[in-house]
C-alpha cells in the first residue's frame, strides 16, 4: 500500500461560488492509479461543513427560481459551449484520478453533455396542460415547480457523466443543487462548478461538497433537502433510499449490476466477440453497463471463446494518458477485490481462459493493474458469478436453450442492462418481452439510452420508482400543481355548500 503523503494538493469544497478548502481535519487520500502513488488529498466534510453548504444553496435557490426559464436555459447554453470547446481537460482530470483511457474519458464527458443538451430544452419539458371551459366559466391548468435544495451523490467511476445525468436538469428546473462526488475521483466536480460559474450560474446555485458517509448522512437527514439522486453499489443505494425516504425525502437510487449478454446460435459471432471485449474490459469493466457475463447457447461457446481470446490477445494495458485500451483500477483495495474472483471462481472449479493476475504492462509497476481475464464454465452458485465484481472479468456460462438463458438471466438479484445477439427477430421480441431487466440491447452491448430516454434498472439496481434523466429526471426535480381558477362575472355568486360539481 502506498504511503500516505501529506503535503498535497487539497481538493476543496465549492461553496458559495468559491474554492473552500475543508476544516474539518479530516481527508482522504486521491491515487493516480497508473503511478500508484497518491497525487492529492481531498478533504472530508463535518457538520458544520455540511450546514454552511446546505445555507449557501437554499439562500441562492429562490432567486435562481425566479430567474426567468430563457435566462436559466441561457445558462446551460453557455455551460454547453464552454464543456464542448475544453472538455480535454476535464478529460485529463479524470484519467489522472480514475485510470480509464482518456478517449474513455472523453466518452463519458459527451455522453454527459447529451443532457446538458437535453437540458437546454427546459422550457419546452416544462410546459404545463390547459383545459378551457371545464365547467361553465372555469379553467383549469397545470405547472410544474422547482423542489428547492436538491443533493446528487454519484459513484468513481464516472466523475464526470453521472453527475451530467442529473444536475442540468435541476438547475434548469430552477433548484440548487449539492454534489458530493466520490471520494477517489473528486476534482471533475471542482472542474464543472468553476465551469457553470464562467458559465453565468449565480454563486451558491451550484455546491461541491467533498466527502464520504458522514456526508452523505448530512444530506440524507438534514429538512432543507428536498431530494437526493444516489448512485452506487447497491448496498448504499438501498441504504439512502430507506434513511432518505424515511426522513421525508424523494430518493431515486441506481445501485450496481451484473449484465449478461444473451448468444444464440444463430448470432454473428465476430459481432459478438467484438462487443463482449469492448462491453467487457473498456474502462476496465469499472462500468455499470460493462456486460460480465456471456451467456452462451450451445453450441457457441467453444468458437466464441476462441475469438474472444484472440481479440484480448490484441489488448493493450498500460497508463490511460498513453495510447492504450484499458488502463488501472481505481485503488489498489479495489485491484485485489476484483482479483479475488478470479482465485473464488477457480476455487469454485471454473476454467480460467485468460488470467489478468501479474499481467505486464505500458506503465509504472506500482500501478493498480489488472489485465483482461476471461472465465469460462463458471458455475452460477459461485460468488464470482452472483456477486457484481466490477474490473476486467468476463465469463461465460454456457446454456441448453434461449429459454434456460432467460430464466438464468431472470434469477438474478441485479437487472440494470442486458443483450441478446441474435439474428432472429421473433427471439429478439420474445426477450425483450420476458426479461426481467431495465434496458435491453438487441445487437447493442452497452444500451445506454440516449439522454431523452431515461436511464434506470430494475430490482436491485434502482430503488425508488423514477430514472435518470428523460422524461422521467425532469419529474424527479419538480412538482406539480393544477390550478382551477374561474373569472366570472359578479353576478354569477351565491352560497352552495355541496362539493363542486363541473356544469
Ligand atoms: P459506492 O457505493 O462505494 O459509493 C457511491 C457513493 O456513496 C460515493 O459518493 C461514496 O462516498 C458514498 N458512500 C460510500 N460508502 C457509503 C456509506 N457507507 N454510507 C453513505 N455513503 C457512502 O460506489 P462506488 O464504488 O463509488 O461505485 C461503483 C458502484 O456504483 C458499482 O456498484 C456500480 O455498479 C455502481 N454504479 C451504478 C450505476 C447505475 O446506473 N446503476 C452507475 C454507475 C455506477
Wanted: aromatic share 8%; glycine share 10%; net charge negative.
Amino acid at each position: 500500500m502506498p504511503a500516505i503523503v501529506t503535503d498535497l494538493a487539497l481538493v476543496a469544497h465549492w461553496i458559495d461560488g468559491k474554492e473552500q478548502p475543508g476544516t474539518s481535519g479530516r481527508t482522504a487520500p486521491v491515487f493516480d492509479p497508473a503511478l500508484g502513488t497518491v497525487s492529492k488529498n481531498v478533504s472530508l466534510a463535518d457538520q458544520a461543513e455540511i450546514a454552511a453548504a446546505i445555507t449557501s444553496a437554499k439562500a441562492a435557490f429562490p432567486a435562481w427560481r425566479d430567474l426567468s426559464m430563457a435566462k436559466r436555459q441561457q445558462v446551460l447554453f453557455s455551460f454547453r459551449e464552454l464543456l464542448n470547446a475544453r472538455k480535454g481537460e476535464m478529460a485529463e482530470i479524470i484519467t489522472s484520478e480514475h485510470g480509464k483511457v482518456l478517449s474513455d474519458a472523453l466518452g463519458e464527458i459527451s455522453r454527459g453533455q447529451e443532457v446538458v443538451e437535453f437540458a437546454c430544452g427546459i422550457p419546452h419539458l416544462l410546459k404545463g396542460d390547459y383545459s378551457e371551459n371545464v365547467s361553465t366559466g372555469v379553467d383549469v391548468y397545470s405547472t410544474r415547480q422547482a423542489l428547492g435544495v436538491v443533493a446528487v451523490i454519484s459513484p468513481f467511476n464516472f466523475p464526470a457523466m453521472v453527475p451530467m445525468w442529473f444536475f442540468p436538469l435541476a438547475l434548469a428546473a430552477g433548484n440548487s443543487v449539492i454534489l458530493k462526488p466520490s471520494e477517489k475521483d473528486p476534482s471533475a466536480a471542482i472542474w464543472m462548478a468553476k465551469l457553470l460559474q464562467e458559465a453565468g450560474l449565480p454563486d451558491g446555485v451550484f455546491t461541491v461538497l467533498q466527502g464520504d458517509k458522514e456526508s452523505v448522512d448530512g444530506l440524507l437527514e438534514h429538512p432543507d433537502v428536498k431530494a437526493i439522486s444516489f448512485v452506487g453499489s447497491t448496498p448504499i443505494a438501498q441504504y439512502v433510499y430507506e434513511t432518505g425516504t424515511r426522513h421525508g425525502k424523494r430518493i431515486q437510487a441506481l445501485g450496481g449490476a451484473k449484465n449478461h449478454m444473451l448468444v444464440l446460435p444463430d448470432a454473428d459471432l465476430d459481432l459478438v466477440a467484438d462487443s463482449a471485449i469492448n462491453a467487457g474490459f473498456g474502462s476496465a469493466g469499472e462500468r455499470c453497463m460493462a456486460i460480465s457475463v456471456i451467456v452462451a447457447v450451445e453450441p457457441v461457446a467453444d468458437v466464441l471463446i476462441e475469438k474472444i481470446v484472440t481479440r484480448m490477445n490484441t489488448l493493450t494495458v498500460g497508463d490511460g494518458r498513453r495510447s492504450c485500451d484499458m488502463g488501472p483500477l481505481v485503488t489498489e483495495v479495489h485491484r485485489d477485490k476484483v482479483a479475488s474472483y478470479i482465485e473464488i471462481a477457480k476455487e469454485d472449479g471454473a476454467n480460467i481462459v485468460v488470467d489478468g493476475r501479474g499481467i505486464e504492462v505500458d506503465g509504472d509497476p506500482n500501478g493498480f493493474w489488472l489485465g483482461p481475464t476471461l472465465i469460462d464454465a463458471l458455475p452460477v452458485t459461485s460468488k464470482a458469478y452472483t456477486e457484481e465484481i466490477f474490473g476486467p472479468v468476463l465469463s461465460v456460462v454456457r446454456v441448453a436453450s434461449f429459454e434456460e438463458g432467460v430464466d438464468l438471466i431472470n434469477s438474478g438479484a441485479f437487472g440494470n442492462g442486458t443483450a441478446i445477439f441474435t439474428n432472429d427477430g421473433g427471439a429478439a421480441r420474445r426477450f425483450q418481452n420476458e426479461i426481467e431487466v431495465g434496458m435491453i440491447g438487441i445487437n447493442v452491448p452497452i444500451p445506454v439510452p440516449v439522454s431523452y430516454f431515461s436511464f434506470g434498472g430494475w430490482k436491485n439496481s434502482l430503488f425508488g420508482d423514477t430514472k435518470a434523466h428523460g422524461v422521467e429526471g425532469v419529474h424527479f426535480f419538480t412538482r406539480g400543481k393544477a390550478i382551477t381558477s374561474r373569472w366570472l362575472d359578479p353576478s354569477h355568486g351565491g352560497i352552495n355548500l355541496g362539493f363542486p360539481e363541473n356544469n
